[in-house]
């Protein structure tokens, strides 16, 4: 911890400042992803401590030139206590090599050739899901083999390594336009999912946000034009392949439409929420939504009431009508829940049981349940998992824990 004082001088050359509002700006650090939103006075207060005043100093300056008098040194503290300002050793390492690519180098990928040619892909797929309806995804294309374990195993793979394409698409578009990124395991309701930590977009303007909020569905886009384009040609007879690999394909375009598809659910603060909320101007709009509806049918505790209370008025204004997409997707998850996921772990734990207990101890066919037991246990368990992580960091960020 940085002991401050009022003749302490502040290293705030890496933190970035920018109005929001008439009378708001966010300063943060693009490395680290801290942002905060403070008043005029506040973003004058870090122009002077980057310009080398004191905390003193600074807060006489601005008692000077505004006739009231600041607390410069609570501000400081309020920057450190933030972990925007900490000793330089600590300072950096959160980034992955891909974000250190020089912008230079992925700038095309995201130029407006590049998106159209994203486009490009969407609009002549839909164009072939049309001129062949056969060619649209259905739940049986996960099945490549007879064997039931293999074509988990294989589709999983094959799922994995396309979702981590999607991320690095995003950690490229955000080298693009210099912010670095980091990639984690989070949760989306039930769903376990990849994510790329792009908080640093932030700090830039909104309309330099919007390519790398896309860019994963835009690789999406493409990847998924790359798979039915072969089919469809195969269809016609332009084209010779062999009916497993056109399985693999039909296994592909099931995954990116999937994948698409729930990109639109909002609700679940996928990529397109943060299309929404920067489009809306909005901050919080996840978090006030939830406070609104909870707020209907429990009583807040006093720290989120506190939040509901103190929000922007343009969440508290969006809220209203977005809060009813997000109950329609609590709404879906429960179905989804009770009449695909519930009955789906019913028979795959049945299966693997049936297998365990008949088959001979040892033998492939053994092997095949346990395997499939693991499977079906990572995808019951791994939500509850990260759910479980994130509550522990907040308690530990909250002082509750050791």
Not at 69 to 93: K, N, T, W, Y
Not at 178 to 205: C, H, K, M, N
Not at 253 to 277: C, I
Request: overall charge neutral; hydrophobic content about 55%; aromatic content about 12%.
């Amino acid at each position: 911890m940085i002991a401050l004082s009022p003749a302490s001088r502040l290293d705030v050359a890496h933190l970035v400042v920018r109005q929001e509002d008439e009378d708001e700006f966010v300063v943060g650090d693009p490395a680290s992803g801290t942002f905060v939103v403070v008043p005029e006075v506040g973003a004058r207060l870090v122009e002077l401590f980057a310009a080398g005043r004191t905390v003193a100093e600074a807060a006489d300056e601005i008692e000077r030139t505004t006739g009231e008098p600041v607390d410069a040194l609570d501000f400081a503290e309020v920057l450190v206590d933030s972990g925007m300002i900490q000793d330089r050793r600590e300072r950096g390492g959160r980034s992955w090599s891909v974000s250190r690519i020089p912008a230079r180098f992925v700038r095309p990928l995201f130029g407006r050739v590049a998106w159209t040619c994203y486009a490009a892909c969407l609009l002549a797929t839909g164009v072939m899901f049309l001129a062949e309806p056969s060619l649209l995804p259905s739940y049986e294309d996960t099945f490549l083999f007879p064997d039931v374990v293999l074509s988990l195993i294989v589709t999983n793979v094959v799922v994995i390594a396309l979702t981590v394409v999607h991320e690095i698409w995003h950690a490229l578009a955000g080298a693009a336009v210099g912010v670095p990124s980091q990639l984690r395991l989070e949760r989306r309701g039930i769903f376990p999912v990849l994510e790329t930590d792009l908080s640093g977009l932030w700090a830039l303007p909104p309309e330099k946000r919007y390519s790398p909020f896309l860019a994963g569905m835009a690789v999406d886009c493409v990847l998924l034009f790359s798979a039915v384009a072969p089919r469809f040609a195969w269809s016609r007879g332009w084209l010779d392949m062999s009916p497993g690999f056109a399985r693999l394909l039909a296994m592909v375009v099931f995954s990116q439409v999937a994948k698409l598809a729930f990109q639109t659910m909002a609700y679940l603060r996928t990529d397109m929420y943060l299309v929404m909320a920067t489009a809306t101007g909005c901050r919080n709009l996840h978090q006030i939504t939830r406070l609104s509806v909870k707020r209907l049918f429990r009583r807040l505790t006093p720290a989120e009431a506190a939040i509901l209370r103190d929000a922007h008025a343009r969440d508290l204004r969006v809220a209203r009508w977005y809060r009813l997409l997000y109950v329609s997707g609590l709404i879906w998850m429960a179905w989804f829940f009770l009449h695909f996921f519930l009955p789906s772990a019913k028979v795959v734990f049945g299966w693997a049981a049936g297998v365990l207990i008949g088959a001979p101890f040892g033998s492939a066919y053994w092997w095949e349940g346990i395997g499939l037991l693991v499977f079906a246990l990572l995808n019951v368990t791994l939500p509850l998992g990260v759910a479980v992580r994130n509550w522990l960091r907040g308690r530990r960020a909250a002082g509750a824990l050791p």
